[in-house]
């Protein structure tokens, strides 16, 4: 074992995995090896683990719960942070919600409308972490995340801790400052409303039926693949374009949704890369537009 590991194992509370496989990790179910992979149990873990790996000059990659990941067949070099699975705090201050990042967005719903409180339900059947949520600004049905936003806490790579107004984040369509600056989201505040407890529930149930009627569930994915254009839904321009069940390897088009690629059968990064570039070619041939991934790719360079 490195001493890098031996550093990590002996300074944190949390668990310290050497090349854990990601696919492990990931909603999609692909993804080789993290170099290490770590679950910190509280803050205090992820600011002591980034200094351990600056120390160490190795590179540092987040993840959530892995619903919007494409990691590389090589993995990731380096040591891995998943919120997920440790930092789950949550608690309710007056009308906010304070919870940590690794809290799982499904359960935090379930949560608030228990307490009688309303806001998350637009995210039913997200399967975000937190962080991932607010890195994405994730939405659906008219909702996103952003706009609950009263505050995030986040630490950079020298595990200095800053706090975030909702305007810091600079929310937009699926984008947030923590896309383009490398910052760990350890926690955030969230703006609700007092709600009624029966009327929450039947939109949440409402909401994850029709996901059920129009996603395909049943296989691993990760969620939509391309970002809407402007003015376009890539799901519809992909179904035009006749991509529809076309195949790479284990990976296919989603006969059910076409901005969905699933896993059918032991599925690689590169399958999906070559069903991404396919989809591009298609659209670009049938529509003149250009579609950029939602999905976030990592270990492919510096991810
Ligand atoms: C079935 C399905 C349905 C989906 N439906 C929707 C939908 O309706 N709307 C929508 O917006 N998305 C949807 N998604 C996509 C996905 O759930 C969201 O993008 C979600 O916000 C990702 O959260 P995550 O915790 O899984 O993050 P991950 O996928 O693990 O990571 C996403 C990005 O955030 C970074 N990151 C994660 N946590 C942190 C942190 N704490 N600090 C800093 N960086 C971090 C990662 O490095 C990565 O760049 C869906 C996915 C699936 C599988």
């Known amino acids: 074992m490195s001493q890098f590991v031996q550093d990590l194992e002996k300074k944190l509370k949390g668990s310290v995995l050497a090349e854990e496989p990601l696919r492990k990790h990931t909603t999609i179910r692909i993804g080789g090896p993290?170099?290490?992979l770590i679950i910190p149990a509280d803050q205090q873990d992820v600011v002591d683990a980034v200094?351990?790996?600056?120390?160490?000059?190795?590179?540092v990659t987040i993840i959530g719960n892995g619903s919007n990941l494409l990691v590389s067949d090589n993995g990731i070099p380096g040591l891995v942070v998943k919120l997920v699975g440790g930092m789950?705090?949550?608690?309710?201050?007056?009308?906010?919600?304070v919870a940590e990042s690794g809290c799982l967005l499904p359960a935090l719903i379930f949560h608030t409308i228990d307490a009688g409180f309303s806001g998350l339900e637009f995210a039913a059947g997200i399967p975000a972490s937190l962080g991932g949520a607010l890195v994405m600004n994730a939405g659906a049905n008219g909702g996103e995340i952003g706009s609950l936003v009263e505050e995030v806490q986040a630490c950079n790579a020298a595990g200095e801790v800053?706090?975030?107004?909702?305007?810091?984040c600079r929310f937009g369509y699926r984008q947030s400052v923590f896309q383009s600056e490398q910052w760990i989201i350890l926690a955030a505040r969230i703006n609700l409303q007092a709600g009624d407890k029966a009327a929450s529930?039947?939109?949440v149930k409402q909401l994850l039926g029709k996901r059920k009627q129009i996603q395909p569930l049943d296989l691993p994915n990760a969620g939509s693949?391309?970002?809407n254009p402007i003015g376009g839904v890539a799901g519809k321009l992909i179904d035009e374009a006749g991509c529809k069940g076309l195949?790479?390897?284990?990976?296919?088009?989603?006969?059910?949704h076409a901005n969905f690629i699933?896993?059918?059968?032991?599925?690689?990064?590169?399958d999906v890369l070559e069903l991404i570039e396919r989809v591009k070619t298609m659209v670009m041939a049938k529509h003149g537009i250009e579609l950029h991934p939602e999905v976030r790719m990592l270990g492919f360079s510096r991810g």
Do not use: C, D, P
């Open 34 to 36: 993290a170099e290490v």
């Open 51 to 59: 200094r351990i790996a600056a120390e160490y000059g190795k590179q």
């Open 88 to 97: 789950t705090t949550w608690k309710l201050q007056g009308n906010s919600l």
């Open 162 to 168: 800053v706090h975030f107004s909702q305007g810091a």
């Open 201 to 203: 529930l039947a939109r």
């Open 225 to 227: 693949i391309f970002r």
């Open 247 to 256: 195949k790479a390897g284990g990976a296919m088009i989603s006969n059910k």
């Open 262 to 270: 699933v896993n059918v059968e032991n599925a690689t990064a590169a």
